[in-house]
């Protein structure tokens, strides 16, 4: 995230004339930085896996296609699973709950004989 937040603020130092000052950059960068603690690396996670959609035209039409195609997008991407994919997919989740039992009945077994050898 902080990479990204540098490429920004390039940007943004390009667009406004020159360089920052290093004590306004450096002041920048550590509230940055301090934000991103904050935040947490869940949130930041989440903000890196977002995506963006920029429809540019010079005319009502061309807008109105531009937000077409990027509604086609959104719906293909939400059409629900093929059953071939919804069967793995319930397969892996039994494998799973399989391996997972197995874990358990194994972690068990180990408990049960270190009470035994406490005993």
Request: charged share 50%.
């Amino acid at each position: 995230m902080m990479q990204e937040f540098m490429e920004l603020l390039k940007q943004k130092m390009k667009e406004q004339g020159g360089p920052k000052k290093d004590s306004e950059m450096e002041a920048k960068k550590n509230a940055m930085k301090e934000l991103s603690d904050m935040l947490g690396e869940d949130i930041t996670e989440d903000i890196k896996g977002m995506k963006k959609v920029t429809v540019a035209s010079d005319s009502e039409e061309g807008l109105k296609e531009g937000l077409e195609k990027a509604e086609d997008v959104i719906e293909s991407k939400m059409e629900p699973e093929s059953e071939d994919d919804m069967e793995e997919e319930e397969d892996s989740e039994e494998e799973s709950k399989d391996d997972v039992q197995s874990k358990i009945a194994e972690l068990e077994k180990q408990l049960e004989d270190l009470k035994s050898k406490r005993k």
